[in-house]
């Protein structure tokens, strides 16, 4: 069984945050102000926790762009250290002018009386991470090196990650430096390294130059509270997978699968030895460990005795294909230059250690993530695996309808961003959204209500059942799934799939916004009708007034008239945009008419889709640049619900 102190393995972070701190305390004597860059990286968080922990009361942390670890266990600190002041100012290009005045400003004020004090000494990490986006990291660093130039008493460090999935079938048995250099430059141009590569060189150059700028490479980082989930080479999948078996199970090709890694105490440890003296080299690999699945379990099993072990009774220990980067310490070339010894000095936490770190660690994620399912469980009376089976089967129908037709609808809003992201449903959400561009949504609307099968039903307002949304939708009859919303009024209101329309618009700005701006003033007033009482919020004084003439209006009059200003500029053969009339989204403005005209696969719970070509612009635009990455726990919520009857479906629940 897993150890029974998993209870504490949230401060497994800080502990080895803590053990990292040792690396720094010497090393840093002195820097007064650290400006990490990127702070929201994964590499960032357990760097972050260590500085916290070094730098004394006299100093300050300052997190600059995203928002960098809130969690205590990682920004705690040990009762007798006085802690420093941690400052966050927001995205990077924003803030560099404004903290280099500050930074300026404390300089020019350095007397105290008639004794000196020191120029404030600053050290700039920038730390870059494979998931983001090179040409935008490549604008930052630039960015920061213009801005650390104007501090004469500054460092900058630049951490990359070393893409050796590119280059590990080369047959090198180890790469060195200058070594993956010239082999990146081998690759295409469109490779990830050799686009990272151009990063890379801003370093190389700026240290040709002068400037006190180092480059730290490390391959596929580990340790408590890294888990990189994004990449197969690390060692996250292998304790991830005795974590969740309970067991350690050692198999025949174990020793063939041969990784290079990172301990993020060493890359810590690397960072340390920066600030002492302008380094020799622009480039230094962080020292790694070559290790295969075998040695991770072996190391493991013997660090963790509680835990199950499944060994074949034979087993050789089969050579090793390739190791990638050499296992060396970047002590080796730093030490005739720094004072302290060389970093040689550092121990290396024993790999199960390690490991046993990682799996507890581990352990305690799975039992938050285990009561957050909970928690969307309740939220739907246990139900929710039942409403998306019965999504996933309307999904199919609505599919057959469209390919009979020759129509060609598309996964959008929330559903692209699950088939994206997650391949399926986000997991706490509940429904599914279509959708069409407009001369395919007339076509599906008219063969729909005829052609769908039983026991499925096709919604629009001109039924005249009670429902006044602005789209569509497909339900199931004889169940019923109410938000807090359709609760309060008499309609069909079962399990249910969005049918979306996005409507071409004009080409020139100010008739993009009066566009939006028209359709939207219709839709408050269907929905001002349908709730049939001023709005509580900042539209509050204005519903009061509107309200008594927009009870005097038919309800075909607005459907028809909300229909009528959509479909303004549809027969505009040379219109570029399209707008979400009838979405939330609206707001968010026009975008191009390209997204959604080019299809390109993608698959949804299993399920072959279509997905609009420019889904990255549009879900960027929708949900930020960061789409691809979770929302904190306190976000993540669905529809509020306030009834569930699944009727004849129950029995699969």
């Known amino acids: 069984m897993i150890p029974s102190d998993t209870s504490d393995a949230s401060q497994y972070p800080a502990d080895e945050a803590e053990l990292a701190a040792l690396s720094l305390r010497q090393r840093f004597d002195g820097v007064r102000r650290v400006v990490v860059v990127n702070p929201d990286a994964e590499a960032a968080v357990p760097l972050i926790g260590a500085l916290h922990r070094t730098l004394g ?31 966050r100012v927001g995205d990077a290009p924003q803030c560099l002018d404004r903290l280099i005045t500050k930074l300026e400003s404390a300089k020019r004020h350095r007397w105290a009386g008639s004794r000196p004090r020191p120029i404030t000494r600053i050290v700039w990490i920038v730390v870059t991470d494979a998931g983001m986006d090179p040409d935008q990291q490549r604008a930052l660093l630039e960015r920061v090196l213009a801005c650390a130039g104007q501090c004469p008493v500054s460092k900058v460090i630049v951490l990359a990650e070393a893409l050796l999935g590119e280059i590990a079938t080369r047959g090198y048995f180890e790469v060195a430096e200058q070594e993956y250099t010239a082999l990146v430059a081998r690759l295409p141009e469109e490779s ?31 340790g408590a509270g890294i888990s990189q989930e994004h990449n ?41 030895a920066m600030p002492a003296r302008r380094t020799r080299e622009p480039v230094y690999h962080v020292r790694n460990r070559v290790c295969s699945d075998y040695d991770v379990k072996l190391a493991l099993s013997e660090a963790c005795p509680e835990l199950d072990v499944s060994f074949p009774p034979s087993l050789g220990r089969q050579a090793t294909s390739f190791a990638i980067l050499q296992d060396k310490l970047i002590g080796r070339y730093l030490e005739p230059q720094i004072g302290g010894g060389p970093l040689t000095a550092t121990p290396t936490i024993d790999l199960g250690v390690a490991s046993r770190h990682m799996l507890l660690w581990l352990s305690a994620l799975a039992a938050v993530r285990a009561m957050e399912n909970a928690a969307y469980a309740r939220d739907y009376g246990g139900k929710i695996s039942t409403i998306r089976s019965l999504e996933m089967e309307m999904l199919h129908e609505v599919l057959r309808i469209c390919d009979k037709h020759n129509l060609k609808p598309f996964m959008i809003g929330g559903s692209l961003l699950g088939t994206v992201r997650h391949h399926g449903f986000i997991p706490w959400d509940d429904d599914m959204d279509l959708g069409f561009l407009r001369e395919d949504y007339d076509v599906f609307r008219r063969v729909a209500p005829l052609e769908l099968a039983a026991p499925y039903s096709f919604q629009k307002w001109e039924d005249h059942d009670g429902s006044h949304y602005a789209f569509d939708k497909v339900r199931v009859r004889g169940t019923r799934l109410s938000t807090s919303w ?64 927009i009870r005097l209006v038919p309800w075909t ?78 976000k993540r919520a669905g529809h509020t619900m306030a009834a569930i009857d699944l009727g004849a479906y129950a029995e699969e629940v």
């Open 192 to 222: 990830p390294a050799r686009r990272w590569a151009a990063v890379e060189k801003i370093c190389t150059d700026a240290h040709a130059a002068g400037r006190d700028v180092t480059l730290l490479r490390y391959a596929n980082l580990y």
């Open 232 to 272: 197969p080479h690390t060692l996250f999948p292998v304790v991830r997978g005795i974590a969740e078996a309970n067991m350690v199970s050692v198999g025949s090709d174990d020793a063939r699968h041969v990784r290079s890694v990172t301990y993020v105490q060493d890359l810590i440890a690397a960072v340390a």
């Open 57 to 87: 009361e006299d100093a300050s942390l300052v997190l600059m762009g995203g928002k960098g670890p809130t969690d205590p266990a990682i920004l705690g600190k040990p009762a007798k250290h006085p802690a420093c002041q941690v400052v």
């Open 486 to 549: 359709t609760f309060n009024y008499d309609m069909p209101d079962g399990v249910f799939i969005d049918i979306l329309v996005f409507d071409k618009t004009a080409n020139s700005k100010w008739l993009q916004k009066a566009h939006i701006a028209a359709a939207n003033a219709i839709k408050r007033a269907i929905s001002l009708k349908w709730l049939n009482r001023p709005r509580e919020n900042v539209h509050y004084g204005l519903s009061v007034i509107a309200m008594p003439f």
């Open 557 to 634: 009059v607005l459907h028809r008239g909300l229909d009528l200003i959509l479909r303004l500029f549809s027969q505009y053969e040379s219109s570029r945009f399209v707008i979400d009339g009838v979405g939330l989204r609206i707001n968010n403005g026009a975008f191009p008419l390209e997204w959604l005209r080019v299809l390109v696969d993608g698959v949804f719970e299993s399920v072959d889709v279509k997905i609009p070509s420019g889904y990255d612009g549009y879900l960027t635009m929708w949900y930020g640049k960061n789409y691809l990455e979770l929302l904190p726990p306190s």
